[in-house]
């Protein structure tokens, strides 16, 4: 089955570690996302890639990396600096400049 | 002001009635606009797109999007308990642009 991939589902994490959150698709898209959602809020870009080595700030980047050395693969890592990251990370993908995106089943991540 | 703009509800309809959501945005130059439902806890999943001015229909949905008053709606029609979740609205901007920027969301609750 075509579709993106997130993992974990749920991930906890002390303060003060990095976490990666994984993100592989398989419907050969050369764009890729990764949002941020908080309860009642709505969907904050982090990064964007349109190609492989390339990625962009979205909105929100401070204390968040992130790496495109695999056309199916963006990972997002949420560093230490990142203040306040509970949160629902969601990726996403998409073909070209007008068509629509397609999301993962996003990762709860929850600071303890 | 918000680039992309949704009242945040709750909007409550009885069912088998119309549920009109709306949406507005800034960027005149806004290509391609998305409409995204989402269940609490789950990611979104789309539901349509339009491109061109006018009406496009799919099923019980249809979207309408008038592009010189920078709006862009969505109607559901004879709408179910099972509709009860917050629509998305989402708009790529100029041509080009690989990002998506997305609304609040409205949530809808369709009453039995």
């Known amino acids: 089955d075509g579709g993106i991939t997130q993992s974990p589902k749920y991930l906890f994490r002390k303060e003060g570690q990095n976490v990666t959150l994984s993100c592989e698709q398989n419907l050969n898209h050369d764009a890729m996302y990764w949002y941020r959602q908080d309860p009642g809020q709505g969907l904050r870009l982090i990064y964007y890639?349109?190609?492989?080595?390339?990625?962009q700030k979205g909105d929100i980047a401070e204390g968040y990396s992130v790496s495109r050395e695999k056309k199916e693969s963006f990972p997002l890592t949420v560093t230490s600096a990142q203040k306040n990251p509970t949160a629902f990370y969601l990726c996403?993908?998409?073909?070209?400049?007008?068509?629509?995106?397609?999301f993962g089943q996003g990762t709860r991540l929850t600071v303890v | 002001q918000k680039e992309v703009e949704q009242n945040s509800g709750p909007l409550s309809v009885p069912e088998g009635a119309i549920a009109s959501l709306n949406c507005t945005y800034s960027?005149?130059?806004?290509?391609?606009f998305f409409w995204y439902r989402q269940y609490s806890g789950k990611s979104p999943e789309l539901i349509m797109f339009i491109y061109s001015n006018g009406d496009k229909e799919d099923g019980r949905f249809t979207a309408q999007l008038n592009k010189a008053s920078q709006y862009v709606s969505l109607l559901i029609r004879d709408s179910q308990p099972s509709d009860s979740a917050t629509y998305l609205c989402?708009?790529?901007?100029?041509?080009?642009?690989?990002?998506?920027?997305f609304g609040t969301g409205t949530r809808l609750k369709v009453l039995a």
């Open positions: 960027d005149r130059g806004s290509q391609s």
């Open positions: 989402a708009v790529k901007g100029t041509s080009g642009t690989y990002k998506y920027i």
């Open positions: 996403a993908s998409s073909r070209a400049t007008n068509t629509e995106a397609f």
């Open positions: 890639s349109q190609i492989v080595n390339d990625f």
